[in-house]
């Protein structure tokens, strides 16, 4: 490969790092090829682009971001390195990985590490983690949720004390007349 193809290819890297604020790097080693076409499959239906690349193309493509991410280069970037890109979810990658672990019976393809909105996770035992977050979207939701409900509570108790007075009102008449 030429310098100039790598140069290409650290670009695209680099913007496609930029666009995407979720990406998982992966170690599919050990993998026979049907299990790679399989998991290959999986990716497309479910949305996520998944590509091979260099180490130390990855690494050139991360030293032109903004974010610190040389807590990659020590245990990350070494050996096989694939990379999942999800453009809406931080999710789906950790949902995939999990999946076709379960329907494989192994476990040939590992997480070596991750970037969810520009936070970092590192190793294998954080695929659980990775599973549990919520999205953006998911968060403000629900603290619109919390904001609303004294709200609610609040006009639910007039409500009801509105009409508990008025039944004291009617009775109190009623026992005059």
């Known amino acids: 490969m030429t310098r100039e193809e790598k140069a290409v290819i650290i670009d695209e890297l680099s913007e ?31 949305g996520v682009e998944y590509r091979v690349f260099k180490n130390t193309l990855i690494a050139k493509a991360l030293e032109t971001l903004d974010t ?42 590992k997480l070596k590490g991750a970037s969810v909105e520009y936070s970092l996770f590192i190793g294998a035992d954080q695929l659980d983690t990775l599973l549990t977050l919520k999205s953006k979207q998911e968060l403000i939701g629900e603290i619109i949720g919390l904001l609303q409900s004294p709200a609610k509570n609040v006009v639910s108790a007039l409500q009801s004390s ?15 007349g």
Not at 20 to 45: H, Q
Not at 79 to 94: D, L, N, Q, R, V
Not at 164 to 176: D, F, M, V
Request: hydrophobic letters at 35%; glycine letters at 10%.
């Open 16 to 46: 496609k790092f930029k666009a995407i604020p979720y990406f998982y790097i992966v170690d599919a080693t050990g993998m026979t090829v049907s299990e790679t076409n399989n998991l290959r499959r999986k990716c497309f239906t479910q």
């Open 68 to 109: 610190d991410y040389t807590p990659f280069n020590d245990t990350v970037l070494k050996g096989f390195s694939g990379i999942m890109f999800h453009p809406e979810s931080g999710k789906a990658a950790a949902k995939l990985i999990k999946e076709f672990r379960k329907e494989s019976g192994n476990d040939k393809l």
């Open 162 to 176: 509105g009409g508990k007075l008025a039944g004291i009102l009617k009775t109190l008449s009623e026992r005059e």
